[in-house]
């Protein structure tokens, strides 16, 4: 896909993977670029960063009613989109044992149901059109599942299947699908995970440091995306740990009970 010229909605672009691909699609030369969050105050501060091409637009990706409205709005004024970023995410952790159903309902909402309704309705009008692509933002941890992040794991394994299914069946009508997947990425998300557990705020205290250590840049997942749009990439890791989960977990399935062990332990 040639981005210069596209029309593009990103979700979760207040901060963090979501401006930084909003920048990166700026820098492509696309047209109009959609960012979308709920954090209203980091949109204004990306508008004012990013110039006339982003229009920001207030959107709780949990609510059908708001993306049903925003689809609406978009397709009047452009049609279908050429690009879609389904970015909007939130951390949790905790197991099955610790996590209430609560935060289950809050997880599933934002990290699943929103990835679900960007595609459930602007996908149509792209089949339509006979062009597009679809980007949803799972996690290592989409294809590599440890122990103590039941409720964020079940939503990335389901992003990460989710647009399996999807890629082929929209691939007969020139619309790709696209899954990114980020390892240790320094961003608010880890800051502001829900934790559970005896060790809770041990753990959040060791997994911040980690990432803070790692410093690894959201704009090298903002390129990454770009690439992925511009080559109609199946699964794309970013991060070496991603990409060394992810050629381990295909090589060696049965060394994903011992590894995640490893992993929690390292973030106890």
């Known amino acids: 896909m040639k981005l210069r010229s596209a029309v ?3 979700t979760g672009a207040a901060s963090g993977i979501g401006r930084s691909t909003v920048l990166s699609f700026v820098q492509k030369g696309a047209a109009r670029v959609y ?21 920001v637009k207030p959107l709780d990706v949990s609510k059908r009613a708001a993306w049903k409205t925003l689809a609406a709005e978009v397709h009047e004024a452009h049609g279908a989109l050429d690009v879609l970023v389904n970015n909007a995410g939130v951390g949790l952790s905790g197991g099955i ?13 934002i990290n699943l ?14 089949v339509e059109a006979k062009k597009g692509q679809i980007v949803n933002i799972s996690s290592v941890f989409g294809f590599f599942g440890p122990p103590g992040v039941a409720g964020y794991v079940t939503t990335k394994f389901g992003v990460l299947g989710l ?7 929209l691939a007969p009508f020139n619309v790709g699908v ?31 440091g980690m990432y803070e250590k790692k410093n690894y840049s959201p704009d090298n997942v903002g390129q990454a995306i770009v690439g992925a749009v511009e080559r109609n990439q199946a699964v794309v890791p970013v991060t070496p740990e991603a990409w060394a989960l992810y050629y381990a977990k295909r090589a060696m399935p049965n060394l994903s009970g011992p590894l995640g062990r490893l992993v929690r332990k390292q973030s106890q």
């Open 163 to 169: 647009s399996e299914s999807m890629r082929g069946e």
């Open 35 to 55: 960012a979308c969050d709920v954090n209203e105050e980091g949109l204004a501060s990306l508008a004012k960063e990013a110039g006339s091409a982003v229009v």
């Open 97 to 109: 044992l610790d996590t209430p159903l609560e935060d289950w309902d809050w997880v599933v909402s």
């Open 178 to 208: 696209s899954t990114i997947c980020p390892g240790l990425v320094s961003t608010n998300i880890v800051k502001e995970t829900r934790y559970h557990g005896e060790a809770a705020q041990k753990t959040r205290t060791k997994v911040v």
């Open 113 to 126: 149901w929103g990835v679900i309704y960007g595609c459930h309705f602007f996908a149509p009008k792209m």
């Open 8 to 10: 593009t909605l990103v």
